[in-house]
């Protein structure tokens, strides 16, 4: 196998921060020594839930330089991408079950000079997503089914994350494999030592509101599992 690829980031999800204080959450990540911001977008029909457009984007591309990973859990992501990249996403992240043609999707959105990102939930199987390794600058691998954040990490989806890792390394591809979902101290290792360079962090970076100090302490566990990694 070739390198372990790109360099380890924790992303924390602004969807559990405190959105009447969401710009000092944002200062206190910077601080923390997050590597991107992520934001979940949710229509209510892929998945059951709601959450922001690409106003909340915007406000938060004028408050920080750290990438902008755009997770968009939605219907027809590539007729909504032009907004989200207009709106300062730099890594525009899509669902393989939520788009009927996924490298024209990659295309859309390369077309609009951002990242591209495919994802799966939790049942789908890796090879729905392997078509798309030479494609994309990320490979996300969800832990827990999309829609919610506070659910536990699913151990059963760690083959996955060690077949995306594998399957970049094979074409020697630098893009990033990110699992998100129930990241914590405790289940962070597990995904570092299969090859996970990516981390989207929830409920683990704003509890109690110690945001640095809660991701010094995700920044080891992290560093932990991948120095146990086997390539």
Known sequence: ???????????????????????SAIRRCEEGG????HLDVMDGHFVPNLTFGPALVRSVRARTKLPLDVHLMIDRPAKYARAFADAGGNTLVFHVEASDEARATVRTIHDLGVGAGAAIRPGTPFEALAP????????????VEPGFSGQSFRPEVLPKIRAARAALDAIGSSADVSVDGGITVATAPSAARE????????NSVFVGGEIVENLRHLRQAVDEGAAGAVR
């Open 1 to 23: 196998m070739g390198g372990r690829g790109p360099t380890l980031r924790l992303a924390p999800s602004l969807l559990s921060a405190d959105f009447a204080d969401l710009a």
């Open 195 to 202: 090859g996970a360079s990516f981390f989207v962090c929830g």
């Open 132 to 143: 798309l390794a030479d494609q994309v600058e990320q490979l996300l691998v969800m832990s």
């Open 34 to 37: 997050a590597g991107a911001l």
